[in-house]
Structure formats: structure tokens, C-alpha cells
């Protein structure tokens, strides 16, 4: 946004001023994440950027920790990303079939009770997540759920529903429901038709539901505190002991890690958003 | 319409009305089926136990079945002398039978909530019980600890007796029923929920604040950019969004310790000494700053997609009619944006309120909130009942954030990315 010619001096001097506000803004956001990186590859054992590396001397930096992070005697990590994933794979699916079928149903004119429905729907979203952790804690111990798989895997469905829900209600607001009539009118059934027609065109809303279910489940620690034994830990549990007790460097590895993983989940986030604005665009 | 109006029938000679009813509540049947099976789920395994939290909260029955036999004899008692010989009877009889069945401990720390120094003065009264005579059983009780003959003790048994009580909600905020009934606060030195609560309270509002300083100008960068550099910009802010929590707060505890990334540029440029680094962790600033910044995409993309839809002719308009730029913004743009101000203060606020990993990891004593108390309740301490009514009070402040927001920006209208 350049500005016209005839700009007076002191709204030039304050448009400056505004432009040098965001870069600090957008720096502050973002610069956090890079600290990391360089520390990641540090040879010494602190958290600190030594010398060496200020002088850019090859010995200062080492893979060490990437190995310790793979290879390392009782490293902790390849259960917990075994466990993590196994967690976030079946959360998603349990979340995401349960999720787009209650937003086809809340979709429709027909739904009764829709405001009150829809809120209970999102409060997982909406309650404090210590205050998710105790509820479900109570419930998973009753239910002689605690310390297992299936125990963290039904809470994380619960946290990951809200996204699906929201994510493909939005995608059915744009939705053109006489092609599921036309479907039904040419003697499809009503599975077919959602098979055939409804679901390829809200998936990239159910797919970006997903990726959010995904990312919930697989960054989520605090029910997960409350309901891991020593079985059932977690990359987020993890990093948590490992925070609280020692600071490693090669939590900063696992970090890098995570964070590459993140930019994987952000480029497809955005490629499905436009996909899904376009084909809405076309419904339009 | 006139009765002489004939009735439109369906070609089964049903009424039309009728058989268009019909059809309805066929749909909206359809309609509830499908969201039927996450809506029981979500009641059963997340709702249910929420609302059983609430009966935890109240559910005082274990000290009643403890000491049946000496709550019955209580009865009679006024509480302001020490209980008669009666009282100190069925106590030992309750007491024996607990020791039995190995239940004193339980009783110890659930008397130990009510008053301090009930612990120490059971585990004594154990020991010393074997070699009880029969009979008066007040002075051989009373000679076992002094405590044991301090009346505030037997009135803080008292207080127990019944099945449901709301002391451990008087408790959240400091207050106690004392032995007239009347509600009143605990001692000074003791206050610690209150300052929890406030401090909880302070540390969300200014988050908000902060963000809000924060996400504005850059909203408004993002959305008046062209979208090819606005998207590369937009990559700032959801790459943060899409990162994991710990990863974020990790980077933060790395740049804020004494020997940090921060502490080392500003010795540098020579603006602290060497050996008066600043603390930066373990405080309230760490909460302030870490929490800031991992908020702060929550306030910008409600802001931003507001901000999308503002037609930038408005603002040349509000110009042309002679506005400085200044007071076209105050007057024409600002109003404008204050759906988004809303949508996002309120949503960081929510988050705010009820964080917990961050505020446990940087925030030191100073900066815990009061999730991290709930947390320590439930895990340290397992005074599970104290947990839940912790919870529910936060819970109901929430609900009324939540109730606000929906009033102001409606549920439905929640954009994710």
C-alpha cells in the first residue's frame, strides 16, 4: 500500500511508524519459532547459543541430539510418537465420521433444537481443558478406562468433533442441496448419494476438519496427564516431563520436528481452503 | 377461511395438511437420527460426568459414614463446651471400628481439610486407643493430645456431619461457615484462592489487552495488503497457530531464562549488566509474554476476516468529505471493526481464563492461574471434591463468556482459519 504523493509529511512519518509496529508484531509472532532451530544442532549440552556458534565454527554445531533422539539408550520417544500417532489416527477417524454425520443432520431445515443442540456440540471447544480432563478422568476411572488406549482415544474423539462439525457445517451452508434431489429423482439411495455426490463435495471441508481433530489430538497434553500410565505416553507428555525436569537439547529436536510437521499441516490447510472456496464459488 | 372452504386432499384422500405434517416430522426425525449418535456420545461420556462433577462437589457422605454412631450423639451437643462423655463414647466406638477396617487415614485427611492438625493427633490417638480401659473415655481421649481437648476441634468434627455441604465452594473463595452458621473469611495470611481468582482474572484481561494492541495494526495490514503479499504474511500468523503448544512454550522458556536468547541481546546492546540479567521466567512476566503470544492468532483471525469485508471506498469516501485521516478511522473504520473486536477478545479471553501448560511451565509461583490449582487438587493433594467445585465455579464464568459471545457473534459463525 504505497501512499498517494500528496501525503502530508507527519501522516508519511505516522504511516511508517504503523508499518515498523506490524514488522515488530509479526517478528515477535514468528521469531520464536526459529530460536530453535540453531540450538537444535548445537555440540554442547546448554541452551544457549555458545561462542562457536556465534562465529559460525563448524564444531559448534553437531547432530548429536538428532541421533540421541532416534538411537538414544531408554529414549522415550519412539514409543511415545508410536503411541501419539496410533492416538491421533484413530481419534480423527472416530471424530470425523461422528462429526460430518451430526452436521448433515444439523444442516437440514428440519433440525429441531438446533441453537441448543449445536452448542452442546461445540462445548468441548468452549470448556476449559482442565476442566474436560477432570470430568472425563472421572468418567474413564469409573469406567475402568484409565490408563488404556481406548480411554485417551474416545476423549481425544470428544475434543476433535467441534472442528468437523464447524468446519463442515460451513462447507454445507454453500451447499446446493438439489443435487441430492436430482440424485435421489434418477433412483440413487440415499447412501449412494451421499457417497457418490454429497461427500465429494464437502470433503475438503471434512479434510480440513480432520487435519484440525489430527492436530488437536496429537498436541493435546493435558487429558492426557490425567489418564497416561507409563504405557500411554505421548510426544506433548514427553516434552512436558521434559520441560518440567531437564531441559535436553534434544527436545529441541523433537521440536524442529514437530515444527516441520506443523508447516506440512499449514500448506495443506491452506490449499483446502481455496479448494473448498473455489468449489463453493462454482455453487454460488 | 370460511368452514365452506372444501379441505385440499392428497390423491389417497388424506388432507394435505396432514399428510404435509407427516412428512416433516419424518425429515426432522432423519434430521435428529444423524446427529443422534455424537449427541448421546458427547451426553454420556462428556456431559454426564461434567453434571457428575456437581454432585462430586457436594458429596460429603464419607465423614458421615465414617462416625455415624458420634454424629447421632453430637445431636444433642451445643457446641460450645466441650461434648459430653457420650460423644467422646461413640467416637472411640466409631474410631475402633475404622481402625479394623483400616479407614482412619481417610478420615484424617478429610478432617485435616476442615481444620489443620487433625492428622498428627489421629495417628496418636491410634497408637494410644490399644491400651484404652473401658470407661470414661472423655478424660483417656483427652489425655492423648491436647488438641484432642481444644473444643474448635469437636465443632470441626461437628461441621462435617452432614451428607452434602457446600463448604468446599465457600472454601474456593476463602470463606468457611463458622459454628453460629454465619459466612466468614479465613484468616488474612491464609486467603489464597481469592488472590488466585483476581490474579486469574488480571492476567486473561490483560492477555486480552495485549493481544488486542497487538492483532489490530497487523489485521489491518493483512486485510488492506494485496494477496500476494498478504498471504505470505498470513503464513506469521497461522504457522504459530498451527504449531504444537509445548513446541511454543519451549521456545519461550529457552528465550526468557537468564542465560537467554533475550537476556543475551540485551546485555549486548548494553542495556542490562552482565550480572543483573533480568528474570524473565518463572514470574508472572513469563505468563504475560508467553501467553500473549501464543494467543495472539486467536485475536487476529476473527479480526482479519471482519476487516475483509469493510470496502475500502468507505474510508476514501469519509476522506473526500474531508475527514483527516485520523478521524476517518476513529469515526468510519474503528465502529466498523467492532463485531471482530468482540469475536476475538472474547475467545482469547475464554482461553485465557482456563490456561493451564503455559502458566505451569514459565509461571513460576506468581504466574499460576487457577486451572493450575484445579490440577494440583486433583493430583497432590486428591481432594478430588475441592477439584470439582474449583472447576464448576470457573466452568459457570466461562458459560457466561460463552452465553455472550454467542449473544454477540452467534455459534455458528466460528471461523476456523
Sequence with gaps: MALPKYTEPHYRIWHYVYLFICGCVFFFLIAPLFVIFPLSFNAEEFLVITDGMKRLDPDAFSLRWYKDMVYGTKNPWGLAAKNSFFIAIFATIGAVILGTVAALGLSSRYMPYKGIIMATLISPMIVPLIISGVAIFFFMAKAGLAATHTGIVLAHIILGTPFVVITVTATLSGFDHSVTRAAASLGSNPVNTFMKITLPLILPGVISGALFAFVTSFDEVVIVLFLAGLDNTTIPVQMWTGLREQLSPTILSVATCLILLSTLVLVAAELLRRRSERIRGINR | ?417
Design chain 2, 1 to 417: 377461511m370460511s368452514s365452506e372452504t372444501q379441505k385440499i386432499l392428497t390423491t389417497d384422500g388424506i388432507p394435505l395438511e396432514v399428510s404435509l405434517k407427516k412428512v416433516e416430522r419424518k425429515n426432522k426425525l432423519k434430521a435428529f437420527l444423524l446427529v443422534a449418535p455424537l449427541l448421546f456420545f458427547l451426553l454420556i461420556v462428556y456431559i454426564s460426568p461434567i453434571i457428575g462433577m456437581l454432585f462430586n462437589s457436594v458429596d460429603d457422605r464419607m465423614v458421615t459414614k465414617a462416625l455415624p454412631k458420634t454424629f447421632i450423639a453430637m445431636e444433642k451437643w451445643d457446641g460450645k463446651e466441650l461434648p459430653s462423655e457420650e460423644v467422646f463414647e461413640a467416637f472411640y466406638i466409631d474410631f475402633q471400628k475404622l481402625i479394623e477396617e483400616e479407614r482412619e487415614g481417610k478420615l484424617s485427611t478429610q478432617l485435616n481439610y476442615e481444620k489443620n492438625g487433625f492428622k498428627s493427633i489421629i495417628k496418636k490417638l491410634r497408637r494410644k486407643s490399644k491400651s484404652f480401659e473401658e470407661g470414661n473415655y472423655k478424660e483417656q481421649i483427652m489425655a492423648v493430645h491436647e488438641r484432642w481437648a481444644d473444643v474448635e476441634y469437636w465443632r470441626a468434627i461437628k461441621r462435617r456431619a452432614p451428607s452434602y455441604s457446600y463448604s468446599k465452594y465457600l472454601k474456593g473463595v476463602d470463606m468457611y461457615q463458622n459454628e453460629e452458621g454465619k459466612f466468614v473469611q479465613v484468616e488474612e495470611d491464609r486467603r489464597i484462592y481469592k488472590k488466585l481468582w483476581v490474579r486469574t482474572l488480571k492476567i486473561a484481561f490483560y492477555v486480552t489487552l495485549f493481544c488486542f494492541l497487538m492483532a489490530y495494526p497487523i489485521a489491518h495490514l493483512l486485510a488492506t495488503l494485496p494477496m500476494k503479499f498478504s498471504n505470505l504474511l498470513m503464513i506469521c500468523v497461522l504457522l504459530p497457530f498451527w504449531t504444537s503448544l509445548l513446541v511454543r512454550t519451549a521456545s519461550w522458556m529457552i528465550l526468557l531464562q537468564q542465560q537467554g536468547v533475550v537476556n543475551d541481546f540485551l546485555v549486548w546492546i548494553g542495556l542490562v549488566a552482565d550480572d543483573e540479567r533480568l528474570v524473565m521466567m518463572y514470574n508472572e512476566t513469563g505468563t504475560y509474554i508467553a501467553m500473549t503470544q501464543i494467543l495472539l492468532p486467536f485475536m487476529v483471525l476473527p479480526l482479519y476476516s471482519v476487516m475483509k469485508t469493510i470496502s475500502p471506498s468507505l474510508v476514501r469516501a469519509g476522506k473526500s468529505l474531508g475527514g483527516t485521516p485520523f478521524i476517518t478511522f476513529w469515526k468510519v473504520y474503528f465502529p466498523l471493526t467492532i463485531p471482530g473486536i468482540g469475536a476475538g477478545s472474547l475467545l482469547v479471553f475464554i482461553l485465557a481464563i482456563g490456561y493451564y501448560i503455559t502458566p505451569e511451565l514459565v509461571g513460576g509461583a506468581s504466574g499460576t492461574l487457577i486451572s493450575n490449582m484445579i490440577a494440583y487438587h486433583m493430583k497432590s493433594t486428591l481432594d478430588w471434591s475441592f477439584a470439582s467445585a474449583m472447576g464448576l465455579m470457573l466452568l459457570a464464568g466461562v458459560l457466561a463468556i460463552y452465553w455472550v459471545y454467542n449473544k454477540l457473534v452467534g455459534i455458528d459463525n466460528i471461523k476456523l482459519g
